[in-house]
């Protein structure tokens, strides 16, 4: 910092005043005054320039604020869609798991059932052979009574039994 200017007429410690030394004029009357209606940007208060700074960041703050709001809108309307489309799907989901219920029940029921059917084929076929006789090596001839040449054939086998085998032996066919 510049020293401050001492008084007219003071004198200034370790100057010696030279008895030649002129003194320093006074200053006009009419010499310019800053105008005092005006004030320049670079002239404003302190006040002032602390209400124009917090006016610019409060701005600043409402802007952000508002872009913030906007976004947070917008995610919670693709909040609230996810949201929907995961209710879906879970919906779907349950539906699903309640049909598959369903057909496994119904497949197990079929399968039981198929079971049994297949028991009850066995069981007439069973049946059915338990009274059929293949005979092999019978030599075909046209216009020939099969069923009396295999009732002759049985006879043969079993002499003392002509009559019941002639009552056991229904229907007979060629292979």
């Not at 006074?26 to 124009?52: C, F, I």
């Amino acid at each position: 910092m510049f020293p401050a200017f001492p008084k007219k007429g003071a004198m200034i410690p370790g100057i010696r005043e030279s008895p030649d030394a002129m003194p320093l004029p006074d200053s006009d009357p009419n010499t310019p005054v800053k105008p005092k209606g005006k004030k320049h940007r670079a002239e404003m208060s302190l006040h002032e320039l602390q209400k124009h700074i917090v006016g610019i960041i409060s701005a600043k703050i409402n802007e952000r604020a508002d872009n913030l709001e906007s976004m947070i809108n917008h995610n919670t309307v693709s909040i609230d869609a996810l949201k929907n489309s995961i209710d879906f799907a879970f919906a779907k989901f349950d539906s699903l798991k309640t049909d598959m219920k369903v057909v496994k029940t119904t497949t197990e029921k079929n399968e039981q059932k198929l079971s049994e059917l297949e028991l009850k084929l066995n069981d007439a076929e069973r049946y059915q052979r338990r009274w059929n006789l293949r005979l092999h090596g019978i030599l075909e001839e046209k216009q020939e009574d099969i069923k009396a040449k295999v009732i002759n054939i049985c006879c043969s086998m079993v002499p003392n039994a002509h009559a019941k085998i002639r009552e056991d032996i229904d229907i007979v066919h060629q292979l």
